[in-house]
């Protein structure tokens, strides 16, 4: 699921509104 998310927030800015930590992890990366 969590890579799921990811992509998801590299297409949109949804993941920022449903797991603020994903976007976190993404945004280290």
Known sequence: ???SNVENY???MISVTY???V???ASVS
């Open 1 to 3: 699921m969590l890579i």
């Open 10 to 12: 590299g297409t949109g």
């Open 19 to 21: 797991d603020p930590a």
């Open 23 to 25: 976007v976190h992890v």
